[in-house]
């Protein structure tokens, strides 16, 4: 793989230096540290298309951006679906006034959602006409105003899609592909999402039906008490909270 570009030059080697830490932070939050170590901006995530009109949040770096994924991730909407969904970035100066404008109707009835966002660059993770998810870039003003910090971000959310497209299929017997970066670490889920698998599938069992529902109750929780999701599935998990069967509300209920 040819590295020609200087952002995606320093991207790659701010990766190397965050995996050669051994107190380094994991997966999707070592991409985003990184995107936002050579990238104007305050803080970024990473979040991934999964069946069934799902998302993932792979990882965060800042917690307004962790908190921004986490809201677009349970309800659909947003910058970042907008971007994955048209194929191209979706560039918003006040997301504030975005959101009361009606732009995104639920996400902007989100408890959650953080109240100061500002600017917002969304740019979708695609290699050709496979699209894998989204990257949100947060106060990003100057990546929206200027022509070459778009450019090296653009570079760098191409390059992130090739190294999570790569981490499917790795090399064989090797972990490095000619870039120096270790592949494999990057697709592996973060806890929350892994805890988000777990409790839609206990919440399935509660309810004897799809995955598909027992996510959609999932959110309609979240939504209804001001959680987050992931903060949700984790109750589940622990066995807080469960949701019976003859409980026909979009609430669950807790477990005594």
């Known amino acids: 793989m040819r590295i020609a570009h ?8 701010t990766l190397r230096e965050l995996d050669a830490d051994p107190d380094a932070l994991v997966h999707g939050d070592r991409l985003s540290a990184a995107c936002v170590r050579v990238l104007p901006v305050d803080e970024a995530t990473l979040a991934l298309s999964m069946p069934g009109n799902r998302w993932e949040v792979l990882g965060a770096a800042g917690d307004t951006a962790a908190r921004l994924a986490d809201a677009e991730a349970a309800t659909g909407e947003g910058p970042g679906p907008d971007a994955h969904t048209t ?5 918003v100066r006040d997301f504030g006034s975005a959101v009361a404008e009606g732009r995104w109707p639920l996400l902007a009835h989100w ?3 953080p109240e100061a966002i500002g600017s917002i660059c ?3 993770l695609r290699l050709g006409a496979i699209r894998v998810g989204f990257l949100d870039l947060v106060g990003a003003d100057r990546v929206i105003r200027e ?3 778009y450019t090296d971000a653009l570079q760098v959310a191409d390059m992130i899609a090739t190294l999570l497209l790569a981490a499917v299929t790795p090399p064989a017997n090797s972990g490095w592909d000619s870039t120096g970066t270790a592949l494999g670490a990057w697709w592996e889920q973060p806890l929350s999402a892994r805890e988000i698998h777990q409790a839609t599938g206990m919440v399935a069992v509660q ?3 799809t995955a598909a529902v027992a996510y959609a109750r999932l959110v309609g929780h979240a939504f209804a008490t001001g959680r987050t999701l992931s903060e949700t599935a984790a109750a589940v998990v622990a066995r807080r909270l469960r949701f019976p069967a003859d409980y026909d509300s979009g609430s669950g209920a807790p477990e005594h």
């Open 111 to 113: 408890d959650r959602l």
């Open 122 to 124: 969304s740019i979708p």
């Open 6 to 13: 200087t952002a995606v030059a320093q991207f790659l080697s």
């Open 147 to 149: 022509v070459e910090a």
């Open 207 to 209: 309810l004897n039906s």
């Open 87 to 91: 194929g191209a970035p979706i560039r």
